[in-house]
């Protein structure tokens, strides 16, 4: 079987990196690179970590914005998968890279899964949730993390090309978390706050950004803020400087961010990554969003949600008490069961 994945962002190398493994021995595996994020700290030093594969094939993305991205992803897309004509293209998680893949195995007729279908936050003015719910219409084949999104797919009318696999970003959890890298940041010795902000509702908002950075320095003397690219330029743009609690750092490696995750005393955050690896690891998380797609958490007290008006972030970081989560009754070995569904559907 000839599989190839197209992958463009951070969380998706992540996630590639775990499918590689369960697919590349027997079968064959090529990684498109959309180029969507291009720094060696967002997107090369993945793939030498977490030693995945050089992509087959880098498109060189020169846009910005969600049209122009997604408009000149899937030509380029669609001709590479002419030429290799894989048995099936992965999809996965919810970014413009997600969606152009999609539509682009569409257009070239072919196979087409979706690693974490069904996931939803019912935001409909988040692009996020737009390109998983059309990833998720135009696919084959669905990969559900949890049986909450088997639910939304069900309820949508596509519970018939659903597997219930696990979430292949816990598995990565489970194999890496002993190879935790300390990063050379100072002050990790004592207790430490870990903060990231990335979504554009938040990122993209100076007033947002500014009251989150003053409510996090007031409710805790260090701050650990590994900087995305999208929140380091809005605060360049508009001189918001950080109080002095809290350290800014580039974004850091996979396992530097699990050092980080696994020692902080609290981690807040608007990732759909961190939070889910917050609960893995049995660190008390405050998520900087109205809502999340990842809704057990909230039902099962393991994180908790504090939107982005300050008042509301001091209260959470003042009051949080969640309960640590139950992991032996998650379902490991999810790219396994990827693997299997595709030999089993595919025949090969
Ligand atoms: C994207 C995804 C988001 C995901 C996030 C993971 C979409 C719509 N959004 O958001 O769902 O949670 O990735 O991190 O697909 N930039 C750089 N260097 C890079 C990458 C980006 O400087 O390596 C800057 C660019 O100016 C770019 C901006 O960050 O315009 C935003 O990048 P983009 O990929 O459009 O969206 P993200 O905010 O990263
Ligand atoms: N991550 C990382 N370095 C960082 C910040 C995050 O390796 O500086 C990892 C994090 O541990 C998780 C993934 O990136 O595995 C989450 O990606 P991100 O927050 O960019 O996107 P989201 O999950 O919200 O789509």
Redesign the pocket.
Same mark, same amino acid.
């Given at each position: 079987m000839l599989v190839a994945s197209i992958v463009?962002?951070? #969380?998706?190398f992540i996630k590639v990196a775990v499918v590689d493994r369960a697919i590349r021995d027997p079968h064959r595996h090529q990684i498109i690179h959309t180029g969507? &994020?291009?720094?060696?700290?967002?997107?090369g030093d993945f793939f030498r970590q977490l030693k995945i594969p050089d992509p087959h094939v880098h498109l060189p993305l020169a846009s &910005?914005? @969600?049209a122009a991205?997604v408009g000149e992803m899937i030509p380029q897309l669609s001709e590479q998968l002419m030429e290799c004509r894989p048995d099936v293209v992965l999809v996965y998680?919810?970014? @413009?890279?997600?969606?152009a893949g999609a539509l682009a195995a569409v257009y070239s007729r072919s196979f087409v899964a979706h690693v974490e279908a069904g996931v939803r936050s019912f935001e409909r003015e988040l692009?996020?949730e737009f @390109?998983r719910v059309v990833t998720d219409h135009v696919s084959d084949l669905l990969f559900a993390p949890d049986e909450r999104a088997i639910q939304h797919l069900s309820k949508e009318g596509l519970g018939a090309r659903a597997v219930l696999t696990g979430d292949v970003m816990h598995d990565l959890v489970l194999d890496t978390v002993d190879l935790a890298i300390r990063p050379a940041v100072p002050g990790l010795d004592g207790d430490f706050m870990l903060l990231t902000i &990335?979504?554009?509702l938040t990122?993209d908002d100076p007033d947002k950004l500014a009251g989150i950075l003053t409510a996090v320095a007031t409710a805790h003397p260090r701050v650990i803020f590994p900087v &995305? #690219?999208?929140?380091?330029?809005t605060m360049d743009r508009h001189g918001i400087r950080a109080g002095a609690a809290v350290t800014m750092i580039p974004p850091v490696s996979y396992l530097e961010m699990l050092w980080l995750e696994r020692h902080a005393s609290i981690i807040v955050t608007d990732?759909?990554?961190v939070q889910r690896e917050a609960s893995w690891l049995g660190r008390p998380c405050v998520i900087l969003r109205e809502t999340t797609e990842w809704a057990d958490l909230i039902d099962d007290r393991h994180c908790l949600l504090a939107g982005t008006d300050p008042a509301r972030i001091t209260e959470a970081l003042r009051t949080v008490d969640v309960r640590p989560r139950d992991v032996s009754s998650l379902r490991p070995r999810a790219a396994e069961r990827i693997v299997r569904a595709l030999e089993e559907r595919l025949g090969r």
């Amino acid at each position: 079987m000839l599989v190839a994945s197209i992958v463009g962002t951070r #969380p998706q190398f992540i996630k590639v990196a775990v499918v590689d493994r369960a697919i590349r021995d027997p079968h064959r595996h090529q990684i498109i690179h959309t180029g969507q &994020h291009y720094d060696s700290d967002m997107s090369g030093d993945f793939f030498r970590q977490l030693k995945i594969p050089d992509p087959h094939v880098h498109l060189p993305l020169a846009s &910005h914005g @969600n049209a122009a991205q997604v408009g000149e992803m899937i030509p380029q897309l669609s001709e590479q998968l002419m030429e290799c004509r894989p048995d099936v293209v992965l999809v996965y998680g919810d970014t @413009n890279s997600t969606l152009a893949g999609a539509l682009a195995a569409v257009y070239s007729r072919s196979f087409v899964a979706h690693v974490e279908a069904g996931v939803r936050s019912f935001e409909r003015e988040l692009i996020e949730e737009f @390109n998983r719910v059309v990833t998720d219409h135009v696919s084959d084949l669905l990969f559900a993390p949890d049986e909450r999104a088997i639910q939304h797919l069900s309820k949508e009318g596509l519970g018939a090309r659903a597997v219930l696999t696990g979430d292949v970003m816990h598995d990565l959890v489970l194999d890496t978390v002993d190879l935790a890298i300390r990063p050379a940041v100072p002050g990790l010795d004592g207790d430490f706050m870990l903060l990231t902000i &990335h979504r554009a509702l938040t990122a993209d908002d100076p007033d947002k950004l500014a009251g989150i950075l003053t409510a996090v320095a007031t409710a805790h003397p260090r701050v650990i803020f590994p900087v &995305h #690219p999208r929140t380091r330029q809005t605060m360049d743009r508009h001189g918001i400087r950080a109080g002095a609690a809290v350290t800014m750092i580039p974004p850091v490696s996979y396992l530097e961010m699990l050092w980080l995750e696994r020692h902080a005393s609290i981690i807040v955050t608007d990732s759909g990554g961190v939070q889910r690896e917050a609960s893995w690891l049995g660190r008390p998380c405050v998520i900087l969003r109205e809502t999340t797609e990842w809704a057990d958490l909230i039902d099962d007290r393991h994180c908790l949600l504090a939107g982005t008006d300050p008042a509301r972030i001091t209260e959470a970081l003042r009051t949080v008490d969640v309960r640590p989560r139950d992991v032996s009754s998650l379902r490991p070995r999810a790219a396994e069961r990827i693997v299997r569904a595709l030999e089993e559907r595919l025949g090969r």
